[in-house]
């Protein structure tokens, strides 16, 4: 696709205007040292306290589960509660592509729920009973995708989504489901 030449001289012009400016403000070393040091600050994160790190990793945990749990239930446990995943049920192929969509999303924020808790005390130590059955469910998005015990598999994840649920309950980070979008369902 041609680009226009009108549209590559204001790109040129503009170019040019930045360089000269950027040249005129540093015409001394001791000024460019400065400046540089400067930048070189202001680009460096500065590091939270322990209590905001908490506070972060308490809402990103409630954000990871609640995405995770909005998952399950969206796309898991309503079409089993349907019985969509039956032998013969109408739509059953695509009930159960969505399933493992669903359930390795859920997988995924469920991981990453995991390493948020671990920022705040309270949350890993509810959490910590929990780590063998998250980690179980690494398996079940491709059963889901076989369409192999259906039954059992959404009752795995529906199961853990609930104790996650509670165990945020009691650590003060209520889980609320939110249902991800199709777009961050697909892309992980």
Known sequence: MPVPIRRLVVALTVCCALLAGATACGSGSSATKGNAA???????PSSSSTVEKQKLSKTRFVANAGLAAGATYQWIVKPWKA??????AKGRRTALIKAALAGTFAYNRLKAAKRNAEGDPTLSKALAPLSAGIDSLKSLPSKLRKGDSTDATAGAFDDIINKVKDAGKSAGAPVTDKVPSTSQLSGG
Not at 38 to 44: F, H, Y
Not at 83 to 88: D, E, N, T
Request: hydrophobic share 55%; aromatic share 8%; no cysteine.
């Open 38 to 44: 400067a930048v070189a600050a202001a680009a460096t």
């Open 83 to 88: 019985g969509k995943f039956k032998k013969g």
